[in-house]
């Protein structure tokens, strides 16, 4: 009997432990941006909006349709996509770079650089809030992105559209 519990006992100790989320960091973040803006593929961005950022995002995109649908022959203000930087120049390189934290949120430095123009080179920001999961877990979330020139994400979508 007494190796019957020792085998039951060392399998139960075999067993894996349950299994916990694994939560980027905001550094992980960033990088995702960064391989997102090389790649010119959002997609992958697109899960680590906050659930406020994805709602204005998608509200300006149907504003922007309404748009083109009214004036087919002109270019709508999101003619170029959301713009996800300060400027719309394809810079070739792009790093998640310092992070800093205040509280329940945290900033990333996104460097930007072109390789044929070495001194064309910017940094904007990921803004990052910590946020609850649909499962209950506290996970980072873009909310914002602090252009290099002084504006912004949440700004340029919502100016897009003055008349």
Known sequence: MRPVITTILFLTLCLPAAAQPVT???QQVGQIFCIARLGNDM???GGLLTADLAATISAAEARNEEVRRGHPDEKPP??????WQAFPDYADQCEAGKVTFMMDEARVALDYAFT??????????LSLRLVEDPLGTRVWRIDDIAYANGGNLRAALASAFLD
């Open 43 to 45: 997609a992958p961005v």
């Open 78 to 83: 999101l003619g170029d996509g959301i713009p």
């Open 116 to 125: 044929t123009y070495p001194d064309a080179g910017f940094t904007d920001t």
């Open 24 to 26: 980027l960091t905001p």
